[in-house]
């Protein structure tokens, strides 16, 4: 059964209130009584009518007051405020339309009139409040739709940082297994790492480049695994002919790198080709020159002659930093200073020292 309308009638004066009072529930309506515009809003408030029918000249307080009271609530600004008035001038009518009534009866009241505006506000109000139930109904579904999908995404990035997490571990065991035969430790890993974040980070490159060369950097000799002990760990110098099969660690590292999906797999790769290229075209296994050597190829060259240089191997001692730094900038029959990118030697330059902290803070 469909639930009754409920009408507000705001009248100071008691026939005026029984005639509509009957009117109203002829028609099937149920009615509440305010004397004054004070009390209709308050009413408003407490029984939530479906429309209020209102008398201007009231005392305590009048009808445009309280049509304006009623309109500037949220909770009621949908409700139909009709003005009944024996007042019909076009001032009081504009007035009336100031404080957003929505319609205008003219006493003495017509009861066809009455019911056909009173009807047909009920209507529109009847659409605004499906309106409202409908908009709210889709708010919910969309919030719901949206901390599903949220939660979805939620799952996907975990099981992407899963992922991701398991290629950094097997880039960290790979590559400890390659220099553990160098005899090079976990620490040169990091150290790798940490040379390659800052020279990116000076170089002002994205924070992408910086995480993925960050852990694609310490697998630039993986290719080591396939070179002889008796070469890779020979204490004198190496003839030209050994030389050449240590250069070969490059080629190796990249085939075993090679056709990844991994985004750090693919730069580890590209860093195991190129670490050994030089800006001036001298180095191997190419001779690119310049630009031609990847941006990443290009960094860890300067990284892996600093580290290189100052840790002890079995073909030499260590060196200081400042002897390093005075080999990489000022040159020496192992490096000259074209062998390096400008921009990347000036950054070299530029954080020498946090080169020195990055070396002195990772040791066994």
């Given amino acids: 059964m469909q639930e009754m309308k409920k009408i507000l009638v705001v009248d100071d004066e008691e026939q005026n209130v029984r005639l509509l009072c009957s009117l109203l529930k002829a028609e099937g309506y149920d009615t509440v009584i305010a004397v004054n515009g004070r009390e ?17 000249m ?9 049509c304006s009271l009623i309109k500037n609530d949220p909770e009621s600004i949908n409700i139909p405020v009709v003005i009944v008035t024996a007042l019909s001038d076009r001032e009081s009518k504009l007035r009336g ?26 209507k529109v109000k009847e659409y605004e409040d499906f309106m409202v139930r409908h908009n709210q109904s889709l708010e919910q579904e969309v919030r719901k739709r949206t901390y599903e999908l949220q939660a979805t995404m939620d799952e996907i990035e975990a099981a992407h940082q899963e992922i991701k997490n398991s290629y ?16 090079d430790t976990a620490t040169h890993i990091k150290r790798i790492s940490y040379y390659c974040k800052t020279l990116s980070g000076e170089l002002g490159q994205s924070d992408d480049f910086i995480e993925t060369i960050f852990y694609a950097s310490p697998m ?85 002659q600093y580290d290189s240089l100052r840790s002890k191997r079995p073909y030499k001692p260590q060196l200081s930093h400042e002897q390093v730094y005075d080999i990489i900038v000022k040159g020496d029959g192992r490096t000259k200073p074209e062998h390096f990118d400008p921009r990347i030697l000036e950054a070299f330059i530029s954080n020498a020292g946090e080169f020195k902290k990055i070396y002195e803070g990772y040791q066994d």
């Fill in 220 to 304: 630039h000799d993986i290719g080591k695994i396939g070179i002889p002990d008796s070469i890779l760990l020979k204490p004198g110098k190496l003839s030209p002919e050994e030389f050449e099969v240590i250069k070969s660690h490059t080629t190796i590292g990249g085939r075993i790198l090679a056709g990844s999906s991994s985004e750090f797999l693919v730069a580890a790769e590209v860093v195991a080709l190129t670490h050994h290229e030089r800006w001036d075209g001298t180095g191997y296994p190419k001779g690119l020159k310049g630009e031609d050597i990847p941006l990443m190829g290009r960094i860890m060259n300067i990284v892996d």
């Fill in 58 to 66: 009231m005392p305590d307080m009048d009808g445009y007051e309280a």
């Fill in 168 to 183: 950094i571990e097997t880039i960290y065991r790979l590559t400890l297994a390659a220099e553990l035969r160098d005899e």
């Fill in 40 to 56: 209709a809003v308050e009413k408003v408030k407490t029984l939530r009518p479906d429309l209020v029918l209102l008398d201007i």
């Fill in 97 to 122: 339309l100031d404080v957003s009534a929505n319609e205008f009866l003219t006493k003495p009241i017509d009861r066809v009139e009455l019911i056909l505006r009173v009807r047909n506000l009920l």
